[in-house]
């Protein structure tokens, strides 16, 4: 009986998209993805949902109408992936062909794919998070204090966030001296944690599920060889390695619904003996679909006509507060300013007027005035060079020597001497000193 190579690949595609889910460590991230619109290729929409908070209730009026908008934003699968495998005639017959070509292709996704997803996926998650500043500093593990430090970093969520359901994704290496510590025996549990269609049992602290992770998947940054490039490093073979400047990752402690993951199989084509043109045999192509996105929740707050007057979140990766005027143009911006933390304030045409960066310099678009001490730690330098730019006067300045006072555009000066270096300017006659 001929084999429907259609509907073995379309039954292929959906076993191994489960496989993913239920085998990788990262599979429960998926679980997210119930939230995606996904049509095929490489693109996927996320909703984005924004709502007003509450009002106060009026008796004869009743409810205060509230708004909820609700966005879909398309995102692309940055990680198109794929491979292709023969099996020989001679070989694979027609009828052991389905039972090989399922172990061949699921053999394949347990030992080459798998360990990729994941590794993208943790060296994605531990890269935002050194960008945003939300990784704390290196630590090596130790058996006497790894409890108190895991705790720490789960309690600094907590602190922000309230009790959310939480995982922690572990380093093999750094789950086994967790697990050496006198401790733990104490505040370690038993829970079941739920992966796709498969539940299993995992170590769990405080109620917080420990998933652990092969250390070669836990680095901050990989190479992922395209496999078909030749001479050093040979990229023929395909797969990953770990980037030379990679950093081991600990833990990775996150919100149960923070991480969007995707990944499909979206190509398994089967070409039989008598239809590949290259070779005598049964010709597979798999391709592989996926990325990993941190959704954050973005608070919206909107005026009686609908218009967003204060946003507080996650605003296209960017964690700000934005504060808008009556015609919802932005006025006040703190926050994530393209990787830098920055606060500035817009005129109405939405042109900076003030800006200030993370590292206290100040740019000003008008006047400043100050009603009380003015002390200035180094150079004074008025316009772009010393020639341009004025200073003008409208009160006493005092020194330790003196003082100088402009009234009515006279000057007097008070000091016990005076030093003139370099030229003066006299009613439009220039004296030389």
């Given amino acids: 009986m001929p084999i429907n190579t259609l509907e073995f690949a379309r039954i292929t595609q959906t076993q191994l998209d489960k496989q993913v889910v239920a085998e990788a460590t990262s599979g429960w991230m998926e679980l997210n993805s119930s939230r995606v619109k996904y049509s095929g290729g490489n693109e996927v929409k996320i909703p984005k949902l924004s709502m007003d908070g509450l009002g106060n209730y009026d008796r004869d009026n009743g409810f205060v109408q509230g708004s909820v908008t609700l966005e879909w934003e398309t995102k692309k699968l940055t990680q198109d992936r794929g491979r292709t495998f023969q099996l020989d005639a001679m070989d694979v017959d027609e009828t052991a062909f389905v039972a090989t070509a399922a172990s061949v292709m699921g053999e ?26 939300k990784a704390t500093e290196s630590y090596t593990p130790d058996a006497s204090d790894i409890l108190t430090k895991l705790r720490e970093d789960i309690y600094k969520i907590y602190d922000v966030a309230g009790e959310i359901p939480l995982v922690i994704s572990m380093s093999m290496q750094v789950a086994a001296i967790l697990e050496g510590s006198k401790e733990i025996a104490k505040v370690l549990d038993t829970g079941d944690f739920k992966r796709g269609d498969i539940s299993t049992k995992v170590r769990t602290l405080d109620g917080v599920p420990i998933m652990k992770v092969p250390s070669a998947r836990m680095q901050t940054k990989f190479v992922f060889y395209d496999g078909k490039t030749s001479g050093e490093p ?52 798999y391709r592989k679909y996926h990325d990993l996105w941190i959704i954050g929740d973005l608070l919206a707050i909107y005026n009686e006509n609908g218009r967003a007057r204060l946003k507080l979140g996650n605003d296209g990766g960017q964690f700000i507060l934005s504060i808008y005027d009556e015609d919802e143009n932005l006025r006040i911006k703190l926050g994530d300013h393209g990787g830098a933390y920055a606060f500035a304030i817009y005129d109405r045409r939405g042109n900076p007027a003030i800006y200030m960066d993370e590292d206290g310099n100040i740019v000003v678009a008008g006047r400043i005035k100050t009603h009380d001490e003015t002390i200035v730690g180094s150079n004074l330098v008025v316009g ?44 439009g006659t220039q004296v030389d000193l």
Avoid: C
């Fill in 108 to 133: 394949f996704q347990r030992t080459r794919v798998i360990p990729e997803i994941d590794a993208y996926r943790y060296s994605s998650i531990a890269t935002q998070a050194i960008d945003k500043g």
């Fill in 234 to 285: 040979d990229q023929t073979k395909g797969g990953f390695k770990a980037d030379e400047s990679a950093k081991a990752i600990n833990w990775i402690i996150q919100a149960r619904d923070t991480a969007i993951a995707v990944s499909k199989t979206d190509k398994i084509r089967v070409f039989n003996p008598d239809t590949n043109q290259k070779a005598d045999a049964w010709k597979l192509d």
């Fill in 384 to 427: 772009e060079n010393t020639s341009s730019g004025r200073i003008d006067f409208a009160g006493m300045i005092n020194s330790s020597e003196g003082s100088i006072e402009v009234v009515d555009h006279k000057m007097i000066l008070r000091a016990d001497y005076i030093d003139l270096v370099g030229n003066v300017n006299i009613n």
